[in-house]
């Protein structure tokens, strides 16, 4: 169990930490010149039972109160200070709002100074802390008298806490390692050490660590956790941590950085809390208010962005943005002080909604829903009501990532809501069972009335589905999903179109057999200069609309794309040229595209290369300017036959058609999704975000 001192200046803090332990936590020489507590002080108390009590000893004086409050996060227990000859004094108060804003509810009042103060001034100051205390967690906990100079209650004290370490419930060894770094220094023969209370999971001897934000990789070379050597420290220790890698130096590593496991990290700037305002503020929280944020060890300079229509009055509670200055380390639930930027007051706290705030669209109905999922301390009910709101779909990483969730920790949770995992854009995103059978019943009954509207058509494009269709999907999410369709049976993916299974749109046999006249001819070797229509009749010896309507069936039927009027290419040719471009673009001392190089490439003659080109301007996959043309990353995959990720089947259900072997990605081996119908243009990519 870590104890926290609290308490205003002189109240014997310090003298009563070194009675209960035999340990002078002022450590600096300008603490020992001047005689008060600067930084934090740390000692150690063993019992006969072998428990160990790690005590960390903030200063009292108003100017280091962000000292006070890099050692009050992490403490289970509050030593609350007050000399009963002086009773509550000002720092009292705000020591006591802080613990109280930090979620602490175990403490034990010390009554110091009690050898000076006569039964008249012990019974005030009893009574103003009890008042003090009603309206805060710490309430019930007793005030017991001592006096550091006569020993007088020291015994009794040390019992009780002895007592309260065997009731106290230790924090939740699983999740994510995370201390919070209140000190770093060097050790002789030993190197960089960092120092601090391990708030999440373990760490062992050789375990990978990250420092962050600073993004530093380091490996642990040994560890003490109580003031002891040890192979392991877990939540609740105050550990000191021997750390070794590239770049890793005492002056690498800051107060209020965190080092955590490596799958944890992902600093932020931007978080959606709940903010609770302190009663003594004299006016309401406004907009863009100016504030020093305190989190862990960490203090950074913050904006406050109003949720609410109303600003936040003193006493009141409300969710607020804040906008840091700089990335910290965090995690959802995570509690934290608000000052003002002057250091002169506590503003209010509260704790950590959601790390990855937005910074538009942030006040509407749906953004509201979200927070109330995020709000939800239980893992598995957040996770299953994020799934039951807009835009119904959760980055599963991400959910564990800000939750300080390890990855087998999260296959089960994801088990036990039967989520149903899709891949895209190198993440796994979840669904609920309800929201992916409604998609697969919607989906299914779209292609169905399509088909009866325009049975002539070989389908529908994965673009225009995707956007007639609620929840909308990222594109990426959206062709895994319409992939594991495909894995079912219940539709087939051809080129750019989707269609049901049983839908077909086959060419008569004239027109096959024409087809597979005058296939070779616009393949192979001819495919960058293929003939133009009427070149083609001439050679199959047939009319020049039977071939011209021919190939714009095809066309229709995402098999050939018309660069130029008449003028046709294969789909496959198209987008091996795309890959021409971006050959160009990687080889060229200037990464920019001419007619020239692309005609020297192709070998295909300037006029057709012109017309190429020109035909990807008009598509979005390049963009000219003058002579020069670059490329639009964004539209590479027009005309390229996509195949979406592997679908992820490590979380989820086994009884979901995700989870079934049969639903396993086959890339390659059979049709998958195209680009977009060549004959129109594809949306802007704003609409397919």
Excluded at 149 to 166: F, Q, S, V, W
Excluded at 200 to 211: A, E, F, M, Q, Y
Aim: net charge neutral; proline share 5%; charged share 25%.
């Amino acid at each position: 169990m870590i104890i926290g001192s609290a308490g205003h200046i002189d109240h014997g803090k310090t003298s009563l930490v070194q009675k209960l332990t035999g340990v002078d936590t002022d450590r600096l020489k300008e603490e020992k010149a001047r005689g008060i507590s600067i930084d934090l002080g740390f000692a150690y108390l063993d019992g006969p039972d072998g428990t160990t009590l790690g005590f960390v000893d903030v200063p009292g004086h108003e100017r280091f109160i962000h000292n006070m409050l890099a050692g009050a996060t992490g403490i289970d227990f509050v030593l609350l200070v007050v000399a009963a000859d002086d009773g509550v004094m000002p720092q009292t108060r705000e020591h006591l709002a802080i613990v109280d804003l930090l979620g602490i509810s175990e403490g034990v009042v010390a009554l110091t100074k009690s050898d000076i103060a006569d039964e008249g001034q012990r019974e005030k100051a009893a009574n103003e802390v009890r008042a003090l205390l009603a309206p805060t967690a710490l309430s019930d906990i007793p005030i017991m008298p001592v006096s550091s100079i006569t020993g007088e209650g020291i015994e009794d004290l040390r019992i009780y806490l002895m007592e309260a370490a065997k009731r106290h419930v230790a924090r939740s060894r699983s999740g994510g390692f995370q201390l919070t770094v209140d000190r770093c220094f060097t050790l002789a023969g030993a190197g960089t050490v960092v120092t601090g209370t391990v708030i999440s999971g373990s760490v062992s001897v050789d375990d990978r660590v990250i420092v962050s934000p600073s993004g530093l990789s380091a490996r642990v070379r040994s560890i003490h956790a109580q003031n002891r050597l040890t192979k392991t420290g877990v939540a609740g220790d105050r550990c000191a941590l021997n750390l070794v890698g590239d770049k890793i130096t005492k002056d690498a590593i800051s107060r209020g950085e965190i080092v955590q496991s490596p799958e944890l990290y992902g600093p932020t700037e931007r978080i959606d809390t709940i903010l609770r305002v302190l009663p003594s503020e004299t006016k309401p929280i406004a907009q863009w208010m100016p504030v020093r944020l305190h989190h862990g060890a960490a203090e950074v300079s913050a904006r406050i962005v109003l949720l609410g229509d109303e600003p936040l009055a003193p006493g009141g509670e409300g969710r607020v943005q804040l906008v840091l200055d700089q990335p910290i380390a965090a995690a959802i639930g995570d509690r934290f002080v608000l000052r003002d930027t002057s250091a002169q007051r506590t503003i209010g706290g509260g704790r950590f909604l959601d790390l990855r705030a937005p910074a538009r669209k942030r006040r509407t109905p749906e953004r509201f829903a979200q927070l109330d999922a995020h709000a939800i301390a239980d893992h598995e009910k957040s996770l299953e009501a994020l799934l039951g709101r807009a835009p119904f779909y959760v980055d599963l990483a991400g959910f564990a990532r800000d939750r300080a969730i390890l990855a087998k920790e999260m296959e089960a949770i994801t088990a036990k809501v039967g989520v149903i995992s899709l891949s895209g854009q190198n993440r796994v995103f979840g669904l609920s069972p309800a929201v992916w059978a409604n998609l697969k019943r919607t989906v299914l009954a779209t292609l169905d009335k399509f088909h009866l509207d325009n049975p002539d058509l070989p389908g529908v494009g994965l673009e225009r589905l995707r956007m007639h269709l609620e929840p909308r999907l990222p594109a990426p999410l959206f062709s895994s999903f319409l992939q594991g369709l495909a894995r079912q049976g219940e539709i087939a993916l051809e080129g750019a179109w989707i269609r049901l299974r049983s839908h077909a749109v086959r060419l008569t046999p004239h027109d096959e057999a024409l087809w597979e006249e005058i296939r070779p001819m616009i393949g192979g070797r001819e495919r960058f200069r293929p003939p133009r229509v009427r070149d083609l009749a001439k050679i199959v010896d047939a009319a020049e609309n039977d071939v011209r309507r021919l190939l714009k069936s095809l066309g229709r039927m995402g098999k050939l794309d018309e660069i130029a009027q008449d003028h046709f290419f294969l789909r496959e040719t198209v987008a091996e040229m795309i890959d021409v471009l971006q050959d160009i673009v990687a080889t060229s001392p200037d990464g920019m595209i001419t007619v020239i190089r692309f005609r020297d490439r192709l070998d295909n003659g300037r006029k057709v290369a012109i017309q190429i080109l020109e035909f990807f301007d008009r598509h979005g996959v390049t963009i000219r300017k003058g002579d020069f043309r670059r490329l639009n990353k964004h539209r590479l995959d027009l005309f390229r036959r996509i195949v979406p990720d592997k679908v992820d089947t490590s979380s989820g259900r086994e009884s979901s058609p995700v989870g079934r072997p049969d639903f396993k990605s086959g890339r390659g081996r059979e049709p998958v999704l195209g680009g977009f119908d060549s004959h129109s243009l594809p949306p802007s990519s704003r609409s397919a975000r």
